[in-house]
Nanobody, 120 residues
Framework: QVQLVESGGGLVQAGGSLRLSCAAS????????MGWYRQAPGKQRELVAV???????NYADSVKGRFTISRDNAKNTVYLQMNSLKPEDTCVYYC??????????????WGQGTQVTVSS
């Protein structure tokens, strides 16, 4: 069984920083893309940032230049460094990973979500 466990959310003032972590554990054969999504109340979940196993990254326009995604493949962990936070970044942040438990197939897994609140 595969689990994604997130940590690092919390309350911060506008302009501050937070670092989210997400560790994958369980019977993992390989991990392909890993990323972060966020969802505000009453809104759809949206992509924040994603990184492939090869290290390519992609960001939502709203976070470019402020957020940085990285991963430690040896630890099956993905990070999201969030700087210059704005009140509109207040959301529940979810970790996502495309994981194979055997060769030839993969599926999406989600973390439980971590709340990020930015006060003005």
């Amino acid at each position: 069984q595969v689990q994604l466990v997130e940590s690092g959310g919390g309350l911060v003032q506008a302009g501050g920083s937070l670092r989210l972590s997400c560790a994958a554990s369980g019977s993992i054969f390989s991990i392909n893309a890993m990323g972060w999504y966020r969802q505000a109340p009453g809104k759809q979940r949206e992509l924040v940032a994603v990184t492939t196993s090869g290290g390519s990254t992609n960001y939502a326009d709203s976070v470019k230049g402020r957020f940085t995604i990285s991963r430690d493949n040896a630890k099956n962990t993905v990070y999201l460094q969030m700087n210059s936070l704005k009140p509109e970044d207040t959301c529940v942040y979810y970790c996502n990973a495309d994981i194979s438990v055997r060769a030839g197939s993969s599926r999406d897994y989600w973390g439980q979500g971590t709340q990020v609140t930015v006060s003005s």
